[in-house]
């Protein structure tokens, strides 16, 4: 399946990828490599007119961090999340305190998902 994206959003991607959170460099040192099952991941990856923070094509997942961008942005996220699902995306959502302190339970996660959908 291949993902369009709007091509304005490449330079804000690089952007984003450049001034990372916390948290965002947390789970990419995780993804980073092909270290989950072996799955490559793109960070800040630039879907249609948004940009998630991590996406694998081979698993057609989505992961969000949700942190203080995402406060009292619920109606967007959900009109977000519905455009990536009608995509045929999976989207996996972290709060951004339990990636921080807890990232063996959100890889636990990440790793029953894979596991479960695997083609």
């Given amino acids: 399946m291949e993902i369009h994206y709007n091509p304005k959003l490449k330079q804000l991607s690089r952007n984003l990828r450049n001034q990372s959170t916390l948290a965002e460099v947390l ?11 072996g799955y490559k991941f793109n960070r800040q990856k630039p879907i249609g007119n948004y940009i998630v923070d991590f996406y694998c094509s081979e698993l057609n997942l989505v992961i969000e961090i949700d942190g203080e961008s995402h406060y009292n942005k619920e109606v967007h ?10 995509l045929g995306l999976r989207v996996i959502r972290f709060d951004d305190d339990q990636v921080k302190q807890d990232m063996d339970g959100v890889l636990s996660t990440l790793d029953s998902w894979i596991e479960n959908n695997e083609s």
């Fill in 27 to 37: 789970l990419w040192v995780q993804l980073n490599k092909k270290q989950r099952s």
């Fill in 77 to 86: 996220d959900k009109r977000r999340q519905l455009y990536l699902e009608s």
